[in-house]
């Protein structure tokens, strides 16, 4: 029994950090597309300018969503620069990026969540935790479709 709850716990810390791992990656990902946004040029500028704000308003959402979560499971979600850019599996703008290089640099982004999230959704089906699982599956769902439209982009 006591084995068992041990288990437990342990697919409960597993799935608090992967959660956190979102709540880092959306936080970086949150302020990349600020840059991305304040400093695109060049001939698609109206274009991306307004995309990069959609996206970045979507990305804070996705923050405080999944923080929320977190708080509800009784986790902390992380909160401090430092934590966050030491989480995260994105990195962050590099400040000398072209128009097509910031778009790539998003499908990447956008490649390595959606990666992260599917394993995210298959631990919290492992640990019941349906919601979590929905969660992620809708976040999913909207980055491909970004995901879809940015490759577009990039294919002009």
Known sequence: MANTRAKAR????????????????????????????????????????????????????????IAERMLALGAAPASTLEE???????????????ANDMVQTLVDDVNTICRELSEGITMAEEHEDEPTADLFTEIRASLEKHGWMLRAYLAS
């Open 84 to 98: 966050t850019l030491k989480l995260s599996s994105l990195e962050e703008a590099l400040g000398d990026e072209s």
């Open 10 to 65: 342990d697919k409960g810390t597993q799935l608090s950090n992967t959660m956190n791992k979102q709540v880092a990656n959306f936080s970086v990902l949150y302020m990349k597309l600020h840059h991305y946004h304040w400093y695109v040029k060049g001939e698609n500028f109206f274009t991306l300018h307004v995309k990069f704000e959609e996206l970045y308003n979507e990305a804070a959402l996705h923050v405080d969503t």
